[in-house]
Each structure stands twice: as structure tokens, then as C-alpha cells.
């Protein structure tokens, strides 16, 4: 039997996240002695890059009616490839939105948001995010089959390089199988890394007191080669795009690092960002209730602190 494992792309590329979610189902076969196999969907990409994370076998669907991404197609593609009880998602938008609906069509149980290895494979037992990233939650599926998701960036890439071979697989998916599709996708986010996959993100908030004020956020976030964020309010006014704003009603995300600068941290905001596994806060007001779930704090007025913290950052990279 195999762990299915579905390979996110993007314009024909592997997301990074699609290279989390094999890493992640190797280490369910290397307790479960199964092998993996990766599903890609029209994608062009060497399939070099899933071997090295442990797929040794790549099935590759070439279809017109999976070109436009729909949930209910690409849920019916992935239904009809399974070879086993496991099938492994990466938490992005697109496989969030599927998931359900596979677990569905396959009759399995869903989990989500998993950040880390299973304990056990029989039954499985795992943990996951829970309560908006304020708990983890150990969860066992003890009976029937399961969908998985994995949370990004935290159980993370693992190299585990294994021979491989591709296999071309065909689905009997028509046009008719897409209720809905997406057709069109423009980039409105002026970031070039995008929110959810970024290991840093740079975040802002009201503090900042307008948009002619983001040069310096963006200037670190270039610097560190990260994503920027920014609160729910900064979106509303229209200072950043709404694909830049996290938390209960914007994108939750999971960051090795979040740096968030002159945000409150409202709960609404902690939602969508705690999951981060280090919370670095700029905030004037030492009494910011962001403070308590920060890793580290600069009390201080961001104006001073930003262009400092650039230079700092600048002369360190320039060592
Ligand atoms: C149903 C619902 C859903 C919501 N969903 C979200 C959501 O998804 N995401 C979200 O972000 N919010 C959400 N909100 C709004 C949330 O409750 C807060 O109002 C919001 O997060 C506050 O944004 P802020 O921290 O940018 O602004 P403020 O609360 O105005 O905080 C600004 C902060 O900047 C600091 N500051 C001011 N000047 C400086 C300076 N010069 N240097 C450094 N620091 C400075 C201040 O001390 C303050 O802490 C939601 C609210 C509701 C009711």
C-alpha cells in the first residue's frame, strides 16, 4: 500500500508546501513500512524535487479539465487514485478547501492543521493546531481511513532522497465535475514571497499611522527575505491590500518568525499568527497586550526603532 500525497503547484511549479506535506507522509510510512506516492496535477516540474523528499513514485495527471483549479474536481481526481487508508494534504488554501470534500468522496476521517510527526501509526495519533493556534491537541484516528492536512512551516522539509519513478495516471474528471473554478488569479499583494508559505513575515499595524509609512516594514522584510503582513484595520483603510491581512477573518499563518510592529494584538490578530514559532513585537505602549505572547519585546516608538533595526541588518549582512 502506499501514502497518497497530493503535490501542490503553482503555474506548473512544486510549492514548497507540497515538499512539507511528502516529508510529512514519509515519516507515517517509515513508521507504517508503506511507501509514497505523490500526485501532481499538471505540473511541469522535475519530479526530481518529490523523489528527494521520499515519493518513489510520481503519478502525473495532464488535464484540461483540472487546468482551471476547482474543489470538487480536484477532490474527485485524488479520490480515484487511492491505493490505501492515508491521503496527505498540505494546509494551503486550494488543499483546505478540498479536503473535506475528499474525506467525503473516500468515506475517510479529516484532520487538519497536523505540525507534527505521528507518534503512532496504529492507530495513528498525531498532534494539531487547535483553538486558532492557542492550543495543540493530540488527536488518534482509530478506525477507517484518513485525509490529513499539514500545517506549513511547522513540520517542515525533511530530505529523505529515495529512486523514484513517474507514472502518467488518468482521472475520469470532465468539466462537469467543476462546480465552480477559479479562472483568473491576479497578484494584488505587492510582497514577492508569498504570505502563507514565508518563513519570516514582517507584519504592521495601525501604529504605523498610515500607508506612506511602509517603506521601512518593506525595506526589512526585503532584507530578511520575508513576506509583510499587516493588521485588519491597515486592510480596511485601504493602507495594504486584504491579502495581506491575518487573523480571524484575514489568512492564519505559521512563520518560523513574525515580527509585528506597532499591532495591539488584539485576539482577533493572535488568531491567525500565534502558530509562529517566534514573536518578535515593536510596540510604544509596554502595556500592548501583544507583549504576553511575545517571544521578544522592544517597548519603543517604531519610527526610531525601524530605520535602526535596517541598518543593524544591513551592516550584519554586509559582515
Ligand atoms: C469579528 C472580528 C474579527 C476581527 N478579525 C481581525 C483579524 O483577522 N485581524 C486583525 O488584525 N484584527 C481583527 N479584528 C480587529 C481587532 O479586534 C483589532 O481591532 C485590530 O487587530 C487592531 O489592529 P491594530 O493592532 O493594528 O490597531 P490598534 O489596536 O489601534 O493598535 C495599534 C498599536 O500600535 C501601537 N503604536 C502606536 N504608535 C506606535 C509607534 N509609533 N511605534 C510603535 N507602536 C505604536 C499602539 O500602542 C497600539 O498597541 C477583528 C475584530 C472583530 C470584532
Redesign the pocket.
Known sequence: MAILVYAESHEGQYKKAAFEAVSYAKSIADLSGDSVTAVAINATDSSDALYKYGASKVLKINSDALKDFSPNAYAKAISELKDGDTIVLPATSDASSFAPILALKTGFSLVTNLTAAPSSVSPFTAERKSFSGKGIETIQVTDGGKVLTVLQNAFGTKENPVSGAEEAASVSVSDADSKEKITKTEQVSTGAIDLKDAEIVVS??????GPENWGMIEELAKLLGAATA?????ADMGWRPHSE??????KAISPKLYIA?????????L??VNSSKTIVV????PE???FKSADYGIV????E?LPKLNEEVKKFKGA
Not at 491581512?245 to 484575514?250: A, D, E, L, P, Y
Open positions: 504592521g499595524g495601525r501604529g504605523m499611522k499587516c493588521s485588519k484595520p491597515v491581512h491575518v487573523g480571524q477573518t484575514g510592529i506597532g499591532i495591539s494584538g488584539a485576539i482577533q490578530h488568531a491567525g515593536i510596540n510604544s505602549d500592548a497586550p501583544f519603543g516608538d517604531a519610527f526603532i
